[in-house]
């Protein structure tokens, strides 16, 4: 009976040995999971880095899925950051006009009422400047069309971002700045 008694120990001594060995294993497995894990983490983290700063507008900070570029300077801002400076600027022009009639001035600023200005030689120049450094803009802006490829599987992998710009109902029009540009007047 002593003989099997030591054969059990010696074999539950081997089963030990052998656990102890898996443990180890997993233990090691585990550890390189749990550094993997961090490596990804960080991985994201700079991805997420990466795309707010290529989707930020210069003028809110926000993220933009839809971007727009100053060709005379280069700032990239989103369409409801840059219609709202450049509206307020074709506001301030028409109101500091003592030429301009007064149903022009009460009518909301469209394409009809911008041609109607120009027609009617109550606006032969547009002023407009960047919002950000005030360089003298000629150009509508340009949508920035290269990145969106990027967005669009970067928001899948990671969400949308927290301070992601809603997007303007206008960027549906076919002309999205015919309101405030118009291709006869001049722009200084």
Known sequence: M??????EVKKSHLELTKLRIAKKR?????YRARAMQEDLKATVEQITAARDAVAGCDVCKGCASRQFILVECGHV???????NWFDTSLREQIDDSTIIPEYLRRRPVNAETLRELHDG?????VLYDCPVCEEPVRMKPTEVNKLSA???VANDVLGQPKNRVV???????????KDLFHDEIQYV
């Open 2 to 7: 002593a003989t099997f008694f030591k054969k």
């Open 26 to 30: 997993a233990e090691k497995a585990l």
């Open 77 to 83: 801002s989103c369409y409801g950051c840059l219609r």
């Open 121 to 125: 030689g109550y606006l032969d120049v």
């Open 150 to 152: 990027f967005f669009e």
């Open 167 to 177: 997007n303007d109902p206008h960027l549906s029009d076919a002309v999205l700045w």
